[in-house]
Each structure stands twice: as C-alpha cells, then as structure tokens.
C-alpha cells in the first residue's frame, strides 16, 4: 500500500465531494482537506495497513475514523456562516467517503 498515493486519491475524493455542495469554496475547503488529512495520516496508514490484512472489519475501521472527527475542522464553511448541524453532516459524509474508498481499493 502507498500511503502516498491513497492520500491523494481521498484528497481528490474529498474535494469532489466538497465541490458538489460548496463550489464557491473550493480553495478553502481543499485546505481543510488537505490539513486534515496531514493530521491523520499516520493513523490513516496504520489503520489501512491493518483493515488489508483483516486484523479489522470495515466497521472497525469506520468506528476508528469516526473518533477522528474533532480533527475535521472545516474553517471555512464555518466562517462562512453554515450551520452547525450542516458542518455536522458535512463531516459524515466526509468520513463514509474516505471508508468507501479505502475500502474499494484495499479490500
């Protein structure tokens, strides 16, 4: 497994997904994209590393992801006046994406 290569490949997910519902902010979504990513990267690898050889479920591997979700700061849709709840959402659906996809391509 890249790690390298996986964390651009979410990267691009992720600012696809961004991009569907707050195209406006595309750079600065990107930003918090990328810096969450950079903050759990090594968790990321590690995680992936052990979902490829079976040590954890795809549950298991959601529930991990899940408890990084403080880290997930989107400052600028929160500058931007999104509510709450919305960001809330908005994290969600960040976190079901980067499990699809780790999924898709180790499993």
Same mark, same amino acid.
């Given at each position: 497994?890249? %790690?390298? #290569? +996986? %964390? ?14 707050? !195209? ?14 950079? +903050?759990?990267?090594?968790?990321? *690898? &590690? /995680?992936?590393?052990?979902?490829? !050889?079976? *040590? +954890?479920?795809?549950?298991?591997? *959601? /529930? ?11 400052? #600028?849709?929160?500058? #931007?006046?999104? !509510?709450?709840? &919305? +960001? ?9 994406? %980067?499990?699809?996809?780790? %999924?898709?391509?180790?499993?």
């Amino acid at each position: 497994m890249d %790690i390298d #290569a +996986l %964390i651009k490949l979410l990267k691009d997910e992720l600012v696809s997904v961004l991009g569907e519902s707050y !195209s406006d902010y595309k750079k600065e979504t990107k930003e918090d994209v990328e810096s969450f990513l950079t +903050l759990s990267k090594v968790k990321l *690898e &590690r /995680w992936t590393g052990l979902l490829q !050889s079976g *040590e +954890l479920t795809p549950d298991d591997y *959601e /529930w991990l992801l899940k408890s990084q979700k403080d880290l997930l700061v989107l400052n #600028a849709l929160y500058q #931007a006046g999104v !509510s709450k709840l &919305r +960001l809330g959402h908005l994290k969600n659906k960040i976190i079901k994406t %980067i499990v699809n996809t780790v %999924i898709t391509v180790v499993i």
